[in-house]
């Protein structure tokens, strides 16, 4: 933890770079730090997922729409304004990325980041140990 999946609807594929997208929300969410400098995700757990919608209905179906839900769980733990921060910052590295798209078709894009503890949480992972840092 903490995931970000994305669900889009499948007619963004030749307009969006979706790899691109997902390694740069990635970053952003690796970047993030909280009050007292301190990383604020485990680079380890840090997912982002994209799945494209074959199928699909958007507002009145009368043009060719296209949307992106972005959606962020993450545990309890983390200050308000730490989660605010995160929050702008994703959706600032969204908006840039379809900006450009949006210039030239119609897309809604909705951020939402749910935190909360999970009923059961179990992790099976030989990445962590890479980036943990070795103490001297």
Partial sequence: MPHLTILYSDNL????????????????????????????????????????????AIADGQADYAFAYLNLRMKRGRSEATQQRIGSALLEAARSFFEPIQARRLVGVTLQIDVGDEVFDAKLSNLHPLFEKKKD
């Fill in 13 to 56: 594929d030749a307009q969006a770079n979706m790899n691109a997208l997902c390694r740069t929300l990635a970053d952003t969410m690796i970047a993030q730090v909280d009050e007292a400098g301190a990383a604020v995700f485990p680079i380890g757990g840090t997912r982002v997922l994209a799945y494209p919608a074959p199928r699909y």
